[in-house]
Nanobody, 121 residues
Framework: QVQLVESGGGLVQAGGSLRLSCVIS????????MGWYRQAPGKQRELVAS???????NYSDSVKGRFTIARDVAKKTMYLHMNSLIPEDTAVYYC???????????????WGQGTQVTVSS
């Protein structure tokens, strides 16, 4: 069973910073992609930042230059460093991996429970 647990959300003033963490546990055979998504009230979930299979990083235009995705393989933890936060960044943030748990298992998406980030103006 693969589990993802996020932490680090909270209330911050505009211009402030937060660091989100996502601890990944369980038996993973192969990881295709991993990243962070967010969902604001009344909006669809959107990709914020991710690692591709070749470990290259991708960012949405709205966070490029402000957010940084990182990971510590030894700690099985993924991070999202968020700087220069703006009220439009307010959302529930979810970590995600697309992975398989065995050579015969088709890769599927695994999600954390989400962590709320609120940026006040």
């Amino acid at each position: 069973q693969v589990q993802l647990v996020e932490s680090g959300g909270g209330l911050v003033q505009a211009g402030g910073s937060l660091r989100l963490s996502c601890v990944i546990s369980g038996s993973i055979y192969n990881t295709n992609t991993m990243g962070w998504y967010r969902q604001a009230p009344g909006k669809q979930r959107e990709l914020v930042a991710s690692f591709s299979r070749d470990s290259s990083t991708n960012y949405s235009d709205s966070v490029k230059g402000r957010f940084t995705i990182a990971r510590d393989v030894a700690k099985k933890t993924m991070y999202l460093h968020m700087n220069s936060l703006i009220p439009e960044d307010t959302a529930v943030y979810y970590c995600n991996i697309r992975a398989s748990t065995s050579p015969t298992h088709r890769a599927e998406d695994y999600w954390g429970q989400g962590t709320q980030v609120t940026v006040s103006s």
